[in-house]
T-cell receptor
């Protein structure tokens, strides 16, 4: 089955700096890669996703890049703000699996003033 | 729309007790999922239901059973709770036929087994 590794497990940045979180996956057939943000006491919420036919996707201050050859994808957050502080999860989904997601272990992002 | 709702929010059980976690969605989604979240381990899939009338095991199904009651509702049952089942449980739903495969998550049920 799919295996997703996520690094780092914790990340502290100053407000206004950029943050990068990296994930690798094992199943070359995976074609859907979402990123979720989880705030304390809440369920995960999708913030951005990318499919395997696209190399990069941006949405305001967040962007995701995908390298299919190397089987890794990354989340980039620019101009970080205190409200970006949360736990972020990457995930991967092979086709034909009823949209089952395999999650990384999460990155706790702390944005300090 | 309420999205995905879960009950109860919190539960304390003694070892050996049974309970059912309830999940409902009002987005007319076909697929529903149960995950557990443990510190340092991300979210792991317990069971899923690709469509009404079908259920399949995920990564960590032992000790659990599920029922897809109808299109809206998907319940998770612990027949004999164990301390290892102390966790936060999340239900999610999606509609694979839609353009987006986004899974929408409920607020979670925090379970403590003593």
């Amino acid at each position: 089955g799919e295996n997703v590794e996520q690094h780092p497990s914790t990340l502290s940045v100053q407000e206004g700096d950029s943050a990068v979180i990296k994930c690798t996956y094992s199943d070359s057939a995976s074609n859907y890669f979402p990123w979720y943000k989880q705030e304390l006491g809440k369920g995960p919420q999708l913030i951005i996703d990318i499919r395997s036919n696209v190399g990069e996707k941006k949405d305001q201050r967040i962007a995701v890049t995908l390298n299919k050859t190397a089987k890794h994808f990354s989340l980039h957050i620019t101009e970080t703000q205190p409200e970006d502080s949360a736990v972020y999860f990457c995930a991967a989904s092979p086709p034909g699996t009823a949209s089952k997601l395999t999650f990384g272990t999460g990155t706790r992002l702390q944005v300090t003033l | 729309n309420a999205g995905v709702t879960q009950t109860p929010k919190f539960q304390v059980l003694k070892t050996g007790q049974s309970m059912t976690l309830q999940c409902a969605q009002d987005m007319n989604h076909n697929s529903m999922y149960w995950y557990r979240q443990d510190p340092g381990m991300g979210l792991r899939l317990i069971y899923y239901s690709a469509s009404e009338g079908t259920t399949d095991k995920g990564e960590v199904p032992n000790g659990y059973n599920v029922s897809r009651l109808n299109k809206r509702e998907f319940s998770l049952r612990l027949e004999s709770a164990a301390p290892s089942q102390t966790s936060v449980y999340f239900c999610a739903s999606t509609s694979p036929r839609a353009k987006s495969e986004t899974q929408y998550f409920g607020p979670g049920t925090r379970l403590l087994v003593l």
